[in-house]
């Protein structure tokens, strides 16, 4: 029976094809009875149409700011009368290649949702109750600053929705812990892509729950999530060690999320043996009143070099020998060059919004609004050392004018009925390459950027690494069958479930649009 829904599901999507602009019916619109607004006006349908990345750019036919989910549900039910209309979720507008975009679709605009995106914090019961368009640093803000709790489980870059990152996983160092963003929360409420509105969690319309976290959007977009709090901490110490060997990196790193007793963040990149002031040896130092000596490194390094990491939480009332007992104690377990050691403390607000520091500064040099070609990928442990060899230490030894970051993340902390995909094994590794252009580049030079990604991707492949791409972009139906494996008939059952028509996320280019029959 699946294999007969699999194949008719997708035999009717690739039938369909995109309409041309001047097919499209935008009468459906005029009866559409919302408290929001729909916009029709260039601008804002062409900062609709763009993103992060920089690389693609459509025309949507309009842009709907809704005032709240019924709003979004009455969109997508007026969309559903309509032969050809899309709808996608635009949350900041962080995606890569184009996942929140709809060509001649319509665009929800989710952080306009105002009162509908507060954050009502239940202190008894150590949840939040958020809006699917809030920002998860006003999420840090209002739980922190007003009760002293906080989340769990964050990303770097906090100026994403709560429902962009959960409808994709939502990582960052605490992930080796508490797993990812879809692990930490309880309930949900959610506009099918049948336009219902609908409450769900691992209890109660669990089906639809589980689809939903990680699932890019294709069955329904997020208007409300409980997030579970803990207490938050005061301070944090902020830890960055050097390596230069691979394994000795990955044995420490492994270490440090497998223990019982460890950091509370743990994360990794990777910087090359030079004094390249983006790529190299000064991308290291917490603190500009620290420097990198590199007379401490061995004769017979090679081309790259490994930073660990790691933060230890710590309160205000806590003494700072105890802090240092700590410190010393985990550090103590390590392989690391210890004259290369670099450490600072600061506030908890300040350690998680640390990247909105670096956002400041590309945006002042022009570099945060040229395009961003970035390649986030998950690689099991198993492949991992020949990937360094092959990828890190060749095709990368240069580096990417960005972070390289890998570090491991457990399996086991991640929900296997959600839609997210993962590679093999209990221990795998995030490898996200976050590239920068300059303020103006050639095409020519964003073209290399993502022909070098390619390259690594096809490498990955014809070495027969186990691997998944993490915010996964493809154009066929085949290499997102690929990419789904053995969860790829799962996955297109729970969309003829709760998106029979395509109505959503047409921007993943995982099905189009299917014509009413």
């Known amino acids: 029976m699946l294999a007969c829904l699999v194949e008719r599901f997708v035999a009717e999507n690739e039938a369909d094809s995109i309409p041309e602009p001047e097919k499209i019916d935008d009468g459906v619109l005029k009866d559409l009875d919302i408290e929001g607004s729909v916009d029709y006006g260039l601008t804002v349908t062409g900062l609709a149409g763009k993103d992060f990345g920089g690389m693609y750019a459509v025309k949507p036919l309009a842009v709907i700011r809704p005032a709240g989910a019924d709003d979004v549900a009455r969109v997508i039910r007026q969309a559903l009368h309509s032969p050809t209309l899309t709808v996608a979720a635009r949350g900041n507008g962080h995606s890569i290649n184009g996942q929140a975009m709809a060509h001649h679709g319509l665009v929800i605009d989710m952080k306009s949702m105002g009162d509908n995106n507060r ?23 209002r739980c922190v600053l007003g009760y002293g709790l906080a989340p769990t489980s964050w990303t770097d870059y906090l100026d994403l929705t709560v429902g962009g990152t959960l409808s994709n996983a939502g990582v960052s160092g605490q992930a080796f812990r508490y797993g990812p963003q879809t692990s930490t929360v309880t309930e949900l409420e959610v506009v099918t892509g049948n336009g219902e509105r609908t409450v769900c969690s691992n209890s109660q319309n669990s089906e639809l729950f589980f689809s939903v976290l990680g699932g890019l959007g294709q069955f329904g977009i997020i208007t409300r999530a409980r997030v579970l709090l803990q207490p938050a901490p005061d301070m944090v110490r902020w830890i960055r060690v050097v390596y230069s060997e691979f394994d000795e990196f990955t044995r420490d790193a492994e270490l440090l999320v497998m223990s019982p007793e460890s950091f509370d963040y743990v994360e990794g990149f990777v910087f090359v043996n030079s004094d ?15 420097s990198f000596d590199p007379t401490h490194l061995p004769t017979n390094t090679g081309p790259v070099l490994y930073c660990l990491e790691v933060a230890l939480h710590y309160h205000n009332h806590d003494h700072p020998s ?108 995030l490898v996200a390459l976050l590239r920068f252009s300059h303020a103006h580049p050639k095409e020519s030079e964003i073209n290399e950027m ?54 959503l996320a047409p921007g993943q280019k995982i099905f189009t649009r299917n014509h009413q029959r």
């Open 276 to 290: 390249d002031p983006v790529n190299g040896w000064p991308s290291v130092p917490l603190d500009s009143n620290h």
């Open 119 to 141: 954050i009502d914090v239940n202190v008894s019961a150590m949840y939040a109750d958020v809006g699917g368009g809030a920002l998860w640093a006003d999420v840090l803000k």
């Open 322 to 429: 105890t802090v240092n007992m700590m410190v010393e104690k985990l550090l103590g377990q390590l392989r690391f060059i210890e004259p290369l050691m670099f450490e600072i403390d600061l506030t908890y607000m300040d350690f998680l919004l640390r990247v909105k520091r670096v956002e400041q500064m590309a945006r002042d040099n022009g570099i945060w609004d040229a395009p961003h070609p970035w390649l986030n990928m998950f690689v099991s442990k198993r492949d991992i050392a020949a990937f360094n060899r092959i990828v890190f230490q060749n095709i990368l030894k240069d580096g990417i004018n960005g972070p390289m970051l890998t570090y491991p993340l457990i399996r086991s902390k991640w929900n296997n009925r959600s839609s997210v995909v993962l590679p093999k094994g209990e221990i795998f590794y």
């Open 450 to 503: 993502v022909a070098q990604n390619q390259e690594i991707l096809q490498t990955c492949i014809n070495n027969g690494f186990d691997f998944k791409l993490y915010l996964p972009h493809y154009k066929s139906t085949e290499e997102w069958k690929k990419h789904f494996g053995d969860q790829w008939g799962r996955f297109v059952e729970r969309k003829s479930q709760f998106d029979p028509k395509a109505v």
